[in-house]
């Protein structure tokens, strides 16, 4: 993967793509231990969903309807997308293939369609008041767990979860679109976390709901997730929730 800049809001900083589908890593690229990186393996995920491109595990991504699945739009290019739906283990789930595909003109977030309904219990979508500056939020994927070789190799088979403070929610995702961006706690997201949830718990009313689509990663202490309450009305014109 390689660092590419993602707005004015991060002018001056640099952030990976999560996904697979980018150039490979640059020789300059920061290299560190075995470092989503930290954090600890998730213990309830109904609506998480492994995202694959030709059969290749690839991003990660949430059920929000029976037939719908949110993701990051750059982890949706290349060939057949297809998931693996309601299991910890990303080789486990009910497993579904995309038929269409809605990408968000503006911001790194898509929409696929599936082939069938999924049972399954459906990602809850937050609204604004939900997530604000210095709230602890969680991040989920099956992406990788190292930076000191290729991330392709070291994915978690086993859905992880990492707790990160929020910085700000008017940031910038990797297309320019308004993001929600967050420092390390005890872990950091990486390559195939891209398109996996940001939870957060609401202060207004105790839910616990999801708040962004991973778009951008340093891999050591910022990530930035695509701002999905501010796209609620995109998402509803498409999927209906």
Not at 150 to 158: A, L, W
Not at 163 to 182: E, K, P, Q, R
Request: net charge negative.
């Amino acid at each position: 993967m390689r660092f590419v800049r993602v707005g004015a809001a991060l002018v001056g900083a640099a952030a990976a793509v999560l996904g697979f589908l980018s150039a490979p890593a640059a020789a300059d690229e920061p290299i560190v231990g075995p470092a989503i990186i930290d954090g600890s393996f998730a213990q309830n995920a109904p609506w998480a969903a492994r995202l694959f491109v030709n059969g290749q595990e690839n991003c990660s991504a949430t059920i929000i309807a029976p037939t719908w699945v949110l993701t990051a739009q750059h982890c949706v290019s290349g060939g057949t997308v297809s998931f693996n739906i309601g299991n910890l283990d990303q080789t486990q789930g009910e497993s579904a293939t995309a038929v269409a595909i809605h990408n968000h003109p503006s911001a790194d977030i898509a929409l696929a369609q599936l082939d069938h309904a999924v049972s399954a219990t459906y990602s809850p979508l937050g609204t604004a008041s939900a997530v604000g500056v210095g709230q602890t939020v969680q991040v989920y994927g099956w992406g990788a767990t190292c930076t000191d070789q290729p991330e392709i190799n070291c994915q978690s088979q086993f859905l992880k979860v990492a707790n990160v403070s929020v910085s700000a929610t008017d940031c910038s995702d990797w297309l320019g679109g308004v993001a929600v961006c967050a420092n390390r706690i005890d872990g950091i997201t990486a390559g195939g976390d891209s398109g996996g949830p940001m939870f957060a718990t609401s202060p207004v009313d105790g839910g616990y709901y999801q708040v962004g689509v991973a778009s951008t990663s340093d891999r050591l202490t910022f990530t930035a997730y695509t701002n999905i309450t501010v796209y609620r009305d995109w998402i509803a014109g498409i999927a209906g929730v």
